[in-house]
């Protein structure tokens, strides 16, 4: 490829730009997903459902999304939870119930700050031990941490966003 001018070579930068933050994105999404598996799904099995019936469909709703303006200026990919691909079903406790209403918005910050029995579930179970869904389960806060160790240029937003990438759109650089 011959570059003849400066917005040929914007695009080409912008082009192998918006590749690396795809790679990395992925990379981000992965430690994301076993973060999810170590600290949600490992950490109990549930008795009011069966996690099989629609099994890691928390964990599957975390995706990522890659915007770009096709030069170096603006290439930002975000990784979050649509919550269109989680199932809800009041009747069967699935991310919501009949006196809570529709949670999937809020999944991850039930699920990050142990709030299962604000919403539906019992703080403690028949036997007085108390309910795992009323725990903490930090996977997002242990994946910010791990990715912060490991020195990954990232923004958050509010345990709902990984914003990878270089935007100065806004005059902003993640």
Do not use: C
């Amino acid at each position: 490829m011959e570059i003849r001018n400066d917005k040929e070579l914007s695009r080409a930068i912008g082009m192998v730009l918006k590749d690396v933050v795809k790679e990395m994105a992925d990379e981000i999404l992965s430690i994301l997903w076993d973060f999810i598996r170590k600290d949600v799904y490992d950490k109990y099995e549930p008795y009011m459902y069966q996690r099989s019936v629609f099994t890691e469909n928390f964990l599957n709703s975390w995706i990522k999304n890659v915007e770009s303006t096709g030069s170096y200026k603006h290439t930002i990919a975000t990784i979050f939870s649509d919550p269109e691909k989680m199932v809800f079903d009041e009747t069967k406790y699935r991310h919501g119930s009949n006196d809570s209403g529709d949670v999937r918005n809020e999944m991850a910050r039930i699920i990050e700050e142990g709030l299962g029995g604000h919403y539906w579930f019992p703080i403690y179970r028949w036997d007085g031990s108390r309910n795992p869904a009323t725990i903490k389960r930090p996977f997002f806060t242990d994946t910010i941490k791990y990715l912060q160790k490991m020195g990954a240029n990232i923004r958050v937003n509010d345990r709902t966003a990984i914003i990878v990438g270089k935007s100065n759109l806004k005059g902003e650089e993640v």
